[in-house]
């Protein structure tokens, strides 16, 4: 493992990101970029001011209320912006818009694209409880029966939730495994793999060139594939300790605690990123080893494009003279013809006091 991962780094600002299509979405701590390589081969960038929900109010800032919160948001602002690359990189589309797509514009106008945007969060999170949480659920409940286990003892409870903690892990590195082998998908794992080289060399106080950044690992403590893993082997050992029920009663805790697992998850992910301790560090090492599928090498163009996305979050934008409020212009005219008429008067040739005298 890479020294860089278990070392705390020298800068702790919390920048964050994503990849996306042909291009690497950067977040600060007020504003966000997306940069994108266009088809063309310029290297285009957005940047829009975006304070994290988690910061908006105390309560949504709360320890273990912040991690549900960065969760919701994270999926809503990961797919949104994954939306806009494609739209950035003149992807062209092979179909038309479906009846059903041209039923909403018509129907939701300008809110198309919001109800597109929410309603595909709600449908991620449906697929992620139904996959990763009920199912293994399920199986568990199956399993446990079919060997003749009385699940509603302290061993047969706890057998059950080591049964459906394992399935869960199956499916959920099955399912990594899968989408990897997509060849556009590789792509964008490379892009993941820029963002965590650009972060990395900020981290340590880097200028940031691509050939800082080539050198740093493609695994980060903070990436959202840990965060998941933490979520999911952290959810074996709440679930346990609720004990095992009826399978309605089993879905009705699990999907009540799935704020609770989510808060536990991202704290422990903050504070590993934070420490040198070997047992923090240890409980993120699952999920650092899984990034190795989720984050391949980038070439030097992909570098590029997330050293631009990172400099338009990090760096102070230029002042421009337009932003001059106008009710200072008049004042400003004012110093400026007062500045002019003094250089006026100071260039006029002095007279020799001698020539006066003759």
């Known amino acids: 493992m890479n020294k860089e991962v278990l070392t705390k780094p020298k800068n702790c600002d919390n920048i964050g990101g994503s990849a996306l299509i042909e291009g690497v979405m950067m977040r600060g701590k007020d504003r966000m970029a997306v940069s994108v390589r266009k088809s063309s081969g310029e290297i285009y960038t957005e940047v829009k001011e975006c304070v994290p929900w988690t910061k908006k109010n105390k309560f949504t800032g709360l320890p273990f209320v912040r991690g549900t919160v960065s969760l919701f948001e994270s999926m809503v602002t990961g797919i949104k912006t994954l939306m806009d690359s494609a739209e950035l990189v003149d992807i062209e589309e092979e179909e038309t818009e479906s009846k059903f797509e041209k039923w909403l514009q018509e129907k939701l106008g300008d809110n198309y694209m ?22 293994p659920n399920l199986i568990a409940d199956f399993s446990t029966n079919l060997m003749g286990y009385d699940t509603s003892t302290g061993r047969g409870g706890f057998l059950a ?10 499916i959920f590195v099955g399912y990594i495994i899968l989408v990897s082998l997509n060849k556009d998908i590789k792509r964008v794992f490379q892009y993941h793999g820029a963002e965590h080289k650009t972060i990395h060399a900020y981290e340590n106080g880097e200028e940031l060139t691509v050939e800082n950044a080539k050198k740093y690992t493609t695994l980060h403590p903070r990436c959202g594939t840990t965060f998941m893993f933490l979520v999911v082997m952290i959810s074996i050992i709440v679930h346990a300790l609720t004990g095992w029920h009826n399978r309605l009663l089993n879905i009705v805790i699990r999907l009540a605690l799935v704020p609770v697992i989510a808060g536990i998850s991202y704290e422990v992910l903050k504070f590993a990123a934070k420490t040198n301790s070997r047992l923090v560090k240890a409980l993120s090492m699952p999920g650092l080893m899984l990034q190795k599928i989720t984050t391949k090498e980038p070439d030097d163009s992909m570098l590029e494009v997330a050293i631009a996305s990172l400099k338009a979050v990090v760096e102070e934008p230029a002042e421009s003279p337009a932003e001059v409020p106008s009710e200072n212009l008049a004042d400003a005219a004012e110093e400026e013809q007062a500045v002019n008429s003094a250089e006026s008067v100071s260039q006029e040739p002095v007279k020799n006091p001698v020539e006066n005298l003759q």
């Not at 929410?118 to 009920?134: C, D, E, N, R």
């Open 161 to 170: 939730n080591v049964i459906e903690g394992l399935v869960r892990i199956i």
């Open 114 to 135: 919001t109800f597109f945007l929410y309603g595909s969060v709600i449908i991620a999170f449906a697929f992620m409880i139904g996959i990763f949480m009920l199912l």
